[in-house]
Every structure is written in C-alpha cells, then in structure tokens.
C-alpha cells in the first residue's frame, strides 16, 4: 500500500498531554508556556527561544521532542527569574512567523516544578493518511460500521528518531561514532544529518571533539538514545521474524516487520514482553552514564477512525483521516503504518 503520510503539516497534529500543577509567582517558581510550531524540530524550537531571550537553553524545560513535520502543541518551562515579559514574548512570535514555518507561545501561569524528558502522559493526535485506494472505503465497511478499533502494532522506534523529513537517517550512526569516540567520523555524518552553517563547520572543523562538548546534554543523549533506538528496532524485526506472518516495510532505509493479522500478538501483548537493551545518556553534570533501559514490544491503542474522502493532492485515491492518544515515547506514525498493513491484509 503505496500510502502518504505528512503530505502537508497539517496532516498530522499533536497535542501533548501533561499534569501540571499550578500555583502563585515566586522567586523558586517555573514560568508555564504553551509552545505551538511547525515546520521546525523542537531542538531548532529551543536554540531560537534561548538565543532571542539571552538564555541558556539547559533553562528551558520541556517534556520531549515534537516533530518537524507537523504542527504540534507542547509546554516548556523558564525560571521566574529568566522569564521574558509579554512585549518582548510578542516580538519573538511577530519575528518566528512566516508562510512555511513558525513558533509561537504563551504564557500559561507558574508552577514549582520544571518540565523536563519524560513529565508528558502522552499526547492526542489526528492524523490524515493519503494516497489510497478506493476500495479501502469498501473494507471499513466490512469492519460492521464501528468508527474505532483496537490496534495492536510492534513498538518500533519511527524513522523521526534517526533523522530529519527528507534527509537521511543517520542520527544513530552519530551516536555510534561518539560512543567509539570517532569524533570525526561523528562531525562528519551530522553535517549530512543536519543543517549547520558554514561558520559552524569551518570553525569546529578541525576540533569535531570540542563541537559536541558544546551541545545541551539533551541534544547530545539524543545521538546516543537514537544508537540505542537502532539496537532495539533489531531485536524487535528478529522478534517479529520469529512469530511469523509478518510484512517487510521499508521507510526510508528503516526496516520494520509489521503483523498481518492482529491475532499475530496474541500471547506477546498479554504477557507484555518487553526487550532490555543497552541506553546511554549525558547527565546534567555532563558525564557519560551506561545504564540498560527496557521497552514493551508492543503495544495497543483505541483508533478513532474517520470517514474516507477524496484526496485533493493525489488524482483518483481517497484520503483517511484517524484520531488516538498516545503513551509518551511510542510512535504515532508507526500506529498508522500497522493499522494500513492490518486494512490491506483483512487482518483486524
């Protein structure tokens, strides 16, 4: 099935969902921001809300990574005491505004807690899936009328944690090379991963080491979360090899063996198998800490689905659009992939 996801930012929507308590302002206070954008990565996000409010962007808080190619609701977190005033706040949503991307945020109240990884429940999205084939409507139909469905889909890490829309898929290479200290083998696959400027380049050039001792504790733990992803992903494709009736899908250069069938995880879901693998982080004090982690091999979720319409952008296909919440750190794009291959092969 020859389906088109993020055909356009809008097509995909996400809105985090946190707990966050409120109180009074105080000097030990976090200010609460709603931080909405699109067309730029949460890291860009940050470097810009950090260097147009003087700041340090270890200063501000937020609770993961949203995508580029989207538009995305999450919160973020700025001491009390660093905490721009509203002209100023107005500036930088007048300046990070144009017709393909943009940031904008607003102040919420204040809390005593900071956001940080891993404060997020999760989030809701809706999302449009595009370029199918009209007799997808026809197999909706034989699902007796029901709008929602359990899906059942392998917690694979999505092609989002190895690079950017339209680049290559490399960021796990990064993590590997920094862990087996080839600096500049490291500096060498970013420049192809990401956008740095020439400044940058010619100046960390000829020292790549001293460049990612530069880098918020949290960008660089991404290389090595993402080394770490690619670890898990292979033992999950050997898992799913291994239970059988599976479909091969490949996105851009990234391997996932998808279920047929839904009945393909009975026993696995109910005993919640999870796969340990080897993690590595920076900490706050900058230090490299060796850790194992642990992840369910799958998971399910309650998908709203929509009804089918006609797909403006590709000529004779039909567009999908579906609702869910999501757990923090599982794929929603991943979600949408299973449920396609489940349609295609009559297996839900």
Not at 12 to 24: M, N, P, R, T
Not at 60 to 85: C, F, R, W
């Amino acid at each position: 099935m020859d389906y088109v996801l993020k055909h356009k930012n809008t097509d995909f929507l996400v809105d985090e969902v946190i707990s966050i308590q409120y109180c009074k302002i105080c000097n030990e206070a976090y200010g609460i921001f709603r931080l909405i954008k699109s067309g730029v990565t949460s890291f860009e996000a940050v470097d810009r809300l950090a260097r147009f409010f003087n700041m340090p962007t270890k200063a501000i808080g937020y609770a993961g990574l949203k995508d580029e190619d989207a538009v995305t609701n999450q919160h973020i977190s700025i001491p009390v005491a660093m905490m721009p005033n509203s002209s100023t706040i107005n500036r930088f949503n007048d300046e990070n505004e144009n017709k393909d991307s943009y940031i904008n945020i607003l102040h919420l109240g204040y809390s005593m807690k900071n956001i940080k990884i891993g404060s997020a429940t999760g989030n809701s999205l809706t999302i449009v899936a595009r370029n199918l084939e009209y007799n997808l409507s026809q197999i909706l139909k034989s699902l007796g009328g029901k709008n929602k469905v359990r899906v059942c889909f392998p917690n694979f890490y999505d092609t989002q944690r190895f690079g950017l829309p339209n680049g290559p898929k490399m960021t796990h290479l990064v993590g590997k090379y920094l862990l087996d200290r080839a600096y500049e083998k490291a500096f060498s696959t970013l420049k192809e991963v990401e956008s740095l400027d020439n400044s940058m380049i010619n100046k960390f050039i000829s020292n790549p080491k001293f460049f990612f001792s530069t880098l918020d504790e949290r960008k660089l733990s991404f290389y090595f979360n993402s080394y770490a992803s690619s670890v898990f992903n292979e033992q999950l494709n050997r898992l799913m090899d291994k239970i059988g009736d599976v479909s091969l899908h490949t996105v851009s250069g990234i391997n996932y063996n998808l279920a047929k069938k839904i009945t393909t995880f009975d026993g696995i879901e109910s005993s919640s198998k999870a796969l340990e693998y080897n993690s590595d982080s920076i900490n706050s004090e900058g230090v490299l800490v060796h850790s194992m982690s642990s992840r369910p091999a799958v998971l399910q979720c309650y998908i709203n689905i929509g009804n089918c319409m006609e797909d403006e952008y590709h000529d004779n296909k039909i567009a999908l659009p579906v609702s869910f919440f999501m757990p923090a750190g599982a794929y929603a794009t991943m979600v949408v992939r299973q449920l396609l291959c489940y349609i295609e092969h009559n297996g839900l």
